[in-house]
């Protein structure tokens, strides 16, 4: 083996800036640390890198398996949207149509470019432009028409995986992205009833996947009119409070009433030999959920991943301070590995890497660190004298190591993997709810969201921004002047809240409800 | 229960065309039937129904464990190659930029169109058209460059699935499609040899995965110079014989030299710490292969599904004459299936369903025929009494039942369904063995390909078509003249195959080896 070098990539330090200093580089910062995406040369377009993407492919294979269990098919549907059919549905034109990537031209031929110079230009203009997918209820609505003849045709539960394009001015990786990746369901349902039960049911399995899989709470609510999905009847959301006390809207599913069955004129014979339109919905998810998981868990350290999501679950990393000492420490690695990636572990079994790359040592543990595997195990010579293994869990400091046999740490594994991902939930849900307050009084709700200044005053210690949880009456033009003095909006009207009669804190009108308010991502 | 009524979906017939009537009817037919895919709006455009898609998953699952335990990781990069990407390399550029879709607009805006009508057109012109990828050398080799720096940083091993469109005039579902999903390999290497390992490693996996999951034989080899992937400097590839004899490309496996490493100015400190250009290759195969699969097996009757790529291998049918029997026979069916879905299979569990639809029994038999499941296992309470189920195999005809006990058909199942998937590449081998001659003689050559009329004979008895082996000179222009001519082309050039000098069949000139020439798809 040859002489270790100091790699480029990974230097042992913490992520700079930390949080307090500048949350918004700190993201940045930890995305690039963590080796999770970085961007590419096409405006707002980004590279998924293999630690980023396997985050993706585990988020994938759980909601794959409860979209299944949930009677729901995978299909795949084009690419592309005819213009025409972009324009069936009033509202969602309206709402779609303003920025999207639009295919005017099916050829390449030798020209004058717009630059003044000779090369490739467009040629073969199309009859009719297409648009690169936004969201695909239309051209699904299309296959759904000719599916759906009769009542035993329905239920129709059907998801697709697949990239779309929304062409944003601003864009960060994962949480605004001009391409991204997702999950769309559409289904469609005989009765308005079903369709509205299906809303509710997919919200559920959102909640429970960001709950118990990322270890994220989210707070499960209706939009107002001004943040519906354009088109839908009612959106639902999860939205959670990222540590900066933003919130993120985790997933949406919405109840489209008959707006896009009449659209794309899915009808079916019902029991009774009439012709009725089906009732529809569309829910999703996307990779914005990566930059909710690091904006709930990462450090000043780097990125923690939650165990149940973690590509690797255990690294091992060798500590070879002696060349004559290497072949006995590899095999410890080695042997421990094979040991641990035996325990069965949520469906699968345990993924362990034996860190065996030519660095130093702490450059191999600080790049573990900042990439978040939940648990490092150093094995040295001095460990083997003694029987133990060095064991550092992510959540805690980085410098904190419990030393145990390898075989407590193969009995033990699965429950301290469980411990963590339940702290990482506690962590979070004691976050949210700090950070959550009730706000009757109008200034004492402006103080709330203007007093945030956590840029310049480190991590504060009094609350100030947050979810503020107060009555509102509805009105979108109020709505709408909040967003625009105070950049809150109203995230949610929780589903699990009552009916709490007083002043609306915007308008002193009578509000029947307290709804979530807060800065958004 | 309502009264079963008789489905327009699933008639109670064969397919129509037969093979020997309509042979490229009959492939559409069978898409048809099996509920695959069907055509889009969109033109070319396909859209993967769900039994079609559940193949694609199975093949993805088979092969990404296939690529993971190779030591390739996934990614995920850009939709969109800027057009000056397409440029860098001269081939590259050549052969791609010809028919693509090209984005010229980020916007929609309200406006007169084309045909004179008020309705949306494009505007927002973007500085640089972007083109939908159709490969993703160029912008995969730009992320290549900023993460190679040294030879640690080699080899670099990535996967990426994903979409992509090739704009074409002519097409058919799945194998030939404006848009399809794949997989695109893209590795770089510090080493010329280890780049050409990794080429032939890949198309390895292509083979064992074409022969031992999907049964479907082929010949590895090496492309002409005509055939070659724009840009590379050796393509290789997996062809096989379809039931017309002609051949199918399965997956291809590109050396693609230092040609895009210096268009895309990958590069790297090696050992002795001199800058170097690395070694790339790329490799692919495409939802192509669910043709292939259909073309290799399906029958007159419809899909014929190998077992280790079945989304369901055992379909129970309850066989209800009597109202009165229902409950029992339901609880029978419901409770085999239990047992059978215990039963291990290829890394996972059988996947069994029992098919409750309220069809006549003889439209879900024949639904399941088309889609090409398996087993079928049929309950009535006749069988009940006599303490036995009826099996049928799909690769058997479809009248063929075998009485056996539950228990015998738990115990036996796995072999059975392993003894299923040797049958079905036994006989595609067969086939293959069967129509495939060494032809010295120019004469018997051009007879060989002329004398197919499949559409008109019926299944024929003599060899006419299929793989003739022949000795080539590799003259580019006598392969084209050749294509021009008879429509054959050099399909490869077979790895295992040995020197065999003699006279090149198309120019009598000498020719060293002996090549496959077919009529391909």
């Known amino acids: 083996m040859s002489q270790p070098t100091k790699s480029q990539n990974a230097p042992q330090t913490a992520i700079q800036p930390t949080r307090a200093q500048n949350y918004a580089e700190w993201y940045q910062q ?27 492919e585990n988020m994938q294979r759980v909601l794959d398996r409860m979209f299944k269990q949930t009677g729901h098919k995978n299909a795949y549907f084009p690419l592309f949207i005819p213009l025409s059919f972009l324009e069936k549905e009033a509202q969602h034109v309206e709402g779609f149509a303003k920025e999207c990537a639009v295919v005017t031209h099916h050829r390449l031929q030798a020209g004058i470019k717009r630059d003044g110079k000779p090369g490739l230009i467009p040629a073969g203009e199309l009859d009719e432009p297409l648009v690169v997918r936004p969201t695909s209820e239309t051209i699904i609505g299309a296959s759904f028409a000719k599916w759906v003849q009769s009542y035993r045709d329905l239920p129709l539960l059907i998801n697709q995986w697949a990239n779309v394009v929304r062409w944003e001015m601003r864009t960060r990786l994962f949480l605004r992205t001009t391409e991204f990746l997702w999950q769309e369901g ?23 996947f960001a709950e118990n899989w990322m270890a994220m709470p989210v707070v499960k609510g209706r939009k107002t009119e001004g943040e519906r ?22 997933g949406t599913s919405h109840f489209l009433g008959q707006n896009f069955a009449k659209a794309s004129e899915i009808k079916f014979l019902d029991q009774a030999g009439i012709l009725q ?31 149940r999501l973690a590509p690797t679950h255990v690294v091992i990393l060798p500590i070879l301070p002696k060349p004559e000492c290497a072949a006995v420490v590899m095999e410890a690695c080695e042997k421990l590995a094979a040991r641990l990636r035996e325990v069965s572990y949520v469906g699968g079994t345990l993924e362990v890497e034996v860190d065996r790359r030519d660095l130093r ?7 573990w660190v900042k990439k978040g595997a939940p648990l490092r195990v150093e094995i040295g010579p001095r460990d083997l004298e003694q029987g133990v293994v060095s ?11 419990t030393a145990m046999s390898a075989d407590a740490l193969v009995a033990g594994v699965v429950s301290l993997l469980d411990e963590m991902q339940q702290s990482m939930f506690a962590k979070a849900k004691a976050h949210e709810v700090a950070n959550t307050r009730s706000i009757d009084d109008p200034k004492e709700f402006r103080a709330f969201f203007t007093a945030l200044k956590p840029e310049s005053e480190g991590v504060p210690t009094e609350i100030h921004g947050g979810f503020a949880l107060s009555r509102f009456a509805m009105d979108p033009m109020e709505e709408s002047k909040l967003k625009d003095e105070l950049g809150v909006t109203v995230r949610c009207i929780p589903l699990d809240g009552q009916d709490d009669p007083g002043q609306c804190i915007l308008s002193g009108k009578p509000a029947k409800r307290r709804v979530v308010f807060a800065k958004a991502y």
Chains 1, 2 share one sequence.
């Open 391 to 401: 064991v550092s869990r992510r959540d805690r400091g980085v410098k904190e190591r």
């Open 361 to 367: 040592g702490g450059d191999k543990m600080w790049s």
């Open 277 to 307: 339109h089906a009732w529809t919905t569309s829910w999703g998810v996307s990779t914005r959920l990566i930059g909710a998981l690091l904006m709930t868990h990462a450090d000043d350290d780097g990125m923690v991943v939650p165990p």
């Open 186 to 208: 559409h289904t469609a349902h005989a009765t308005e009833a079903e369709a509205q039960e299906e809303t509710r049911k997919m919200l559920d399995v959102y909640a429970d």
């Open 30 to 56: 930890v995305v690039r640390a963590a080796d999770l995406a970085e961007n590419s040369p096409v405006r707002g377009c980004m590279v998924i890198k293999p630690w980023g993407y396997s985050l993706w």
């Open 229 to 250: 999905f354009p088109g839908a009847v009612e959106t639902l959301s999860i939205e959670a409070m990222m540590q900066d006390r933003k919130a993120l809207q985790g």
